[in-house]
């Protein structure tokens, strides 16, 4: 390896500070993590026309040794190799020529995540262009606020020469002197973009969003702790309705807005995933309410401080739970289901797949209803009630009751909690 390839790649090793995956090659992880490593040298440590030497025979099956992994199909390496983070796969690339080449498949680093901060940005286009990156698809910006405008603008135009990107991710960057259309151009482009806490101008969500109502490839958008109350109530519902996955978290949006998008959703929507963290819903009408989160596979929503939510839209949701609703995961936080008949309560959760319902009020007879129910006909896989109560306790019955279940259904995930005291809990992840 020539000098000059040494300095290269030391360079761009020391600017590859994290990494992340959402998945891998075979789409077979569920669970996304992020992954750091103390030893940047071992995640991307060779340039694509490195010369180093390996021992080939350690490459080649032995007759003394029937089970030497490396006389499996590539296919079959390929798939055990897919369990493996980031930096172990760069440890496996150094240990022979042929792990090299399997490791280096572009594939195999598709759903790696490369943070970007301002110091990696003058051989950005260098760790592009290596081999191993040629389809990589995950971008995040790090370093917060102080990421400069024209920095910005430059990985835009990178990220627009790279057709293969497909999710960007911008939290706590500020984004407010990117040039209007810029931004909006680049984020359109993407399959799934974060846009939390990025300081957005009111020209800059304009421009989003009416580049959205034109043409888009988003069907994921993330929207945390930034203020859209500008953008025309109609545009932002369309554009809204045309998304998979939507993300609203302390997002500034009038009661207008909100109006807006169940109206939209009540007509059409493309809609299954809606996460509603503080947004006032209170405006919109019950059934209204009811019948749009019935046309959704997921919904969390969030009334901490008591007025986003109605109990008359509570009560319309559970109501309408056995009419053709298209729900199966469903999370509720700061909210008083007291009020519902227990058994209208135990129906509803038992016909869904997953339930979280937490810092809530539940009746003891509410729970017990539900536990009831889940011995006879359930449609549940796992049910986390983390709740409080008035109830002088029915703590011990509770706990016999999910004991009974467990012992009957053991592939049900159970975690129950009533006033801050755990009765039972075999939920080993929660989601």
Same mark, same amino acid.
């Given at each position: 390896?020539?000098?000059?390839?040494?300095?290269?790649?030391?360079?761009?090793?020391?600017?590859?500070?994290?990494?992340? @995956?959402?998945?891998?090659?075979?789409?077979?992880?569920?669970?996304?993590?992020?992954?750091?490593?103390?030893?940047?040298?071992?995640?991307?440590?060779?340039?694509?026309?490195?010369?180093?030497?390996?021992?080939?025979?350690?490459?080649?099956?032995?007759?003394?040794?029937?089970?030497? %992994?490396?006389?499996?199909?590539?296919?079959?390496?390929?798939?055990? /190799?897919?369990?493996?983070?980031?930096?172990?796969?760069?440890?496996?690339?150094?240990?022979?020529?042929?792990?090299?080449?399997?490791?280096?498949?572009?594939?195999?680093?598709? *759903?790696?995540?490369?943070?970007?901060?301002?110091?990696?940005?003058?051989?950005?286009?260098? /760790?592009?262009?290596?081999?191993?990156?040629?389809?990589?698809?995950?971008?995040? $910006? %790090?370093?917060?606020?102080?990421?400069?405008?024209?920095?910005? &603008?430059?990985?835009?135009?990178?990220? *627009?020469?790279?057709?293969? /990107?497909?999710?960007?991710?911008? $939290?706590?960057?500020?984004?407010?002197?990117?040039?209007?259309?810029?931004?909006?151009?680049?984020?359109?482009?993407?399959?799934?973009?974060?846009?939390?806490?990025?300081?957005?101008?009111?020209?800059?969500?304009?421009?989003?969003?009416?580049?959205?109502?034109?043409?888009?490839?988003?069907?994921?958008?993330?929207?945390?702790?930034?203020?859209?109350?500008?953008?025309?109530?109609?545009?932002?519902?369309?554009?809204?309705?045309?998304?998979?996955?939507?993300?609203?978290?302390? &997002?500034?949006?009038? @009661?207008?807005?909100?109006?807006?998008?169940?109206?939209?959703?009540?007509?059409?929507?493309?809609?299954?995933?809606? $996460?509603?963290?503080? /947004?006032?819903? #209170?405006?919109?009408?019950?059934?209204?309410? #009811?019948?749009? #989160?019935?046309?959704?596979?997921?919904?969390?929503?969030?009334?901490?401080?008591?007025?986003?939510?109605?109990?008359?839209?509570?009560?319309?949701?559970?109501?309408?739970?056995?009419?053709?609703?298209?729900?199966?995961?469903?999370?509720?936080?700061?909210?008083?289901?007291?009020?519902?008949?227990?058994?209208?309560?135990?129906?509803?959760?038992?016909?869904?797949?997953?339930? *979280?319902?937490?810092?809530?009020?539940?009746?003891?007879?509410?729970?017990?209803?539900?536990?009831?129910?889940?011995?006879?006909?359930?449609?549940?896989?796992?049910?986390?009630?983390?709740?409080?109560?008035?109830?002088?306790?029915?703590?011990?019955? %509770?706990?016999?009751?999910?004991?009974?279940?467990?012992?009957?259904?053991?592939?049900?995930?159970?975690?129950?909690?009533?006033?801050?005291?755990?009765?039972?809990?075999?939920?080993?992840?929660?989601?």
């Amino acid at each position: 390896m020539s000098t000059e390839d040494n300095i290269l790649n030391e360079k761009v090793d020391k600017n590859m500070l994290d990494m992340s @995956s959402e998945d891998n090659i075979l789409k077979m992880r569920e669970d996304n993590e992020v992954l750091y490593t103390e030893d940047e040298n071992n995640v991307l440590n060779t340039s694509e026309d490195t010369n180093m030497s390996y021992d080939d025979d350690d490459d080649l099956p032995t007759e003394s040794d029937d089970y030497n %992994i490396n006389s499996l199909p590539t296919e079959m390496l390929g798939v055990i /190799i897919s369990y493996l983070t980031y930096p172990e796969l760069s440890n496996l690339m150094l240990v022979s020529t042929h792990w090299k080449e399997i490791t280096e498949d572009p594939l195999v680093w598709k *759903h790696f995540q490369l943070s970007v901060d301002e110091e990696k940005m003058d051989i950005l286009e260098n /760790i592009l262009d290596i081999k191993r990156l040629a389809r990589f698809q995950n971008i995040k $910006t %790090i370093g917060g606020p102080s990421f400069s405008a024209c920095c910005l &603008t430059l990985l835009f135009h990178l990220i *627009h020469e790279n057709s293969n /990107i497909k999710n960007l991710d911008l $939290t706590n960057t500020n984004v407010c002197n990117v040039d209007p259309d810029i931004f909006s151009a680049t984020v359109n482009s993407m399959e799934a973009a974060n846009l939390d806490m990025n300081f957005l101008t009111f020209s800059q969500a304009d421009s989003v969003f009416a580049k959205m109502r034109e043409k888009t490839q988003l069907q994921r958008l993330s929207v945390k702790y930034n203020a859209l109350s500008m953008v025309d109530p109609f545009v932002l519902a369309e554009c809204f309705t045309r998304l998979k996955e939507l993300e609203l978290n302390n &997002t500034y949006v009038t @009661s207008e807005q909100v109006q807006a998008l169940f109206h939209a959703m009540g007509r059409q929507t493309n809609l299954v995933q809606l $996460t509603l963290v503080e /947004i006032l819903v #209170a405006d919109v009408g019950a059934e209204m309410f #009811a019948r749009c #989160a019935h046309k959704l596979e997921y919904l969390k929503l969030t009334n901490q401080n008591t007025s986003c939510l109605t109990q008359q839209q509570m009560a319309a949701l559970f109501s309408q739970a056995q009419q053709l609703s298209q729900l199966r995961q469903i999370i509720l936080q700061s909210v008083d289901l007291s009020f519902l008949p227990p058994r209208v309560l135990a129906s509803c959760v038992n016909s869904w797949e997953k339930v *979280h319902i937490s810092d809530s009020s539940i009746t003891d007879e509410q729970v017990k209803a539900t536990l009831e129910l889940i011995n006879k006909e359930t449609k549940l896989n796992e049910l986390y009630l983390d709740v409080c109560n008035n109830s002088s306790g029915d703590a011990d019955d %509770i706990a016999v009751m999910a004991t009974a279940v467990y012992i009957k259904k053991p592939k049900i995930k159970l975690f129950i909690k009533v006033n801050a005291i755990t009765l039972f809990d075999n939920l080993p992840v929660l989601f």
